[in-house]
């Protein structure tokens, strides 16, 4: 008699047959949207909520055990308000040189949900300035 076969949902990750770099990048992916959403003060119904995914599948996400679709991790961006590249890029899914150069500052100020965008960009222009000026002496 032969084992039963375990069925896994395209979105659930068999630990043993994905490459380290993949459950890594999940793990990342999951840590990142976590700590977003404690920046953000968020619960996780709450994020639940605003991105329509179910309480335990970010559960999950967050845990690293499942790879969210992009349409998911959209939706998720959006709740925390993020982008998508940035989400991706810092959680080490994507990765993009300009996005790599950021400081925590820089990273800090993108993810603040008070600030619209033309005030990231003030600040953002202003705190660079400032670095300049100060690594030019």
Do not use: C, W
Request: cysteine-free; aromatic content about 2%; glycine content about 2%.
């Amino acid at each position: 008699m032969s084992a039963p076969k375990e069925s896994t949902s395209p979105t659930t990750l068999d630990v043993r047959a994905q490459p380290a770099s993949l459950i890594s990048a999940n793990s990342s992916l999951g840590t990142f949207i976590r700590a977003q959403r404690q920046l953000s003060a968020m619960s996780l119904r709450q994020l639940a909520a605003l991105s329509n995914v179910s309480n335990a599948y970010l559960s999950q996400i967050e845990r690293g055990l499942h790879q969210p679709s992009l349409k998911v991790v959209r939706s998720i961006a959006e709740a925390l308000n993020i982008s998508t590249e940035y989400l991706l890029s810092q959680s080490g899914v994507l990765e993009t040189p300009e996005l790599a150069e950021r400081t925590t500052a820089e990273s800090a100020i993108l993810a603040d949900p008070v600030l619209s965008d033309e005030e990231k960009d003030v600040v953002l222009g202003v705190y660079r300035s400032l670095r300049q000026r100060h690594s030019s002496r």
